[in-house]
């Protein structure tokens, strides 16, 4: 079955103003989620055919029914592309099941409290954790990024009540 994108078109990227400001592009052919936290959509495809995966829609304020879609640096430098500049975007929603990364499920596999308590979290809050542990830019930070999320989960911690 081939799905249809939510959007396939050109964008404009800007930036939000000051330093450190993102660069974004709204997508305004897609309304918020009313199920989801803060009405983010969960959407993968491409940006000037660069693949991604895993990214949101935020509300480009608070009570927004604009989305913006931010470009992380890593695909502006692949695409050669910043604030100014159009790219084309291609976005389906992205419904695929949480993949649980196999180091962290051997990490789980040997404390059943944090093991147990991983697998009742909703989606979100086991999504949070992975994408803390992946965001790591080592082996070593990842490393210890996971023995602190286990230490977390056996100690029946949500990602956001975690001890940094």
Not at 57 to 75: C, D, N, R
Not at 137 to 149: G, H, I, L, P
Request: glycine content about 6%; some cysteine.
């Amino acid at each position: 079955m081939i799905t249809k994108p939510l959007v396939d078109r050109e964008y404009l990227l800007e930036k939000f103003p000051g330093k450190g400001g993102w660069i974004y592009t709204i997508i305004p052919e897609i309304a918020p989620d009313p199920h989801a936290p803060f009405g983010w959509v969960k959407v993968k495809g491409s940006i000037d055919g660069v693949e991604i995966r895993d990214y949101r829609l935020m509300p480009f304020y608070t009570g927004s029914e604009q989305l913006f879609l931010s470009v992380k640096a890593e695909i502006r430098k692949k695409i050669k592309k910043g604030e100014g500049d159009t790219v084309h975007i291609v976005l389906y929603r992205d419904d695929d099941p949480l993949e649980v990364p196999e180091d962290l499920l051997l990490c789980l596999a040997d404390d059943s409290e944090a093991l147990q308590f991983f697998n009742s979290l909703d989606g979100e809050q086991r999504h949070r954790y992975i994408r803390w542990i992946d965001s790591a830019k080592s082996d070593k930070t990842r490393v210890e990024r996971m023995a602190r999320t286990v230490t977390s989960l056996s100690r029946h911690m949500k990602f956001a009540d975690r001890q940094k």
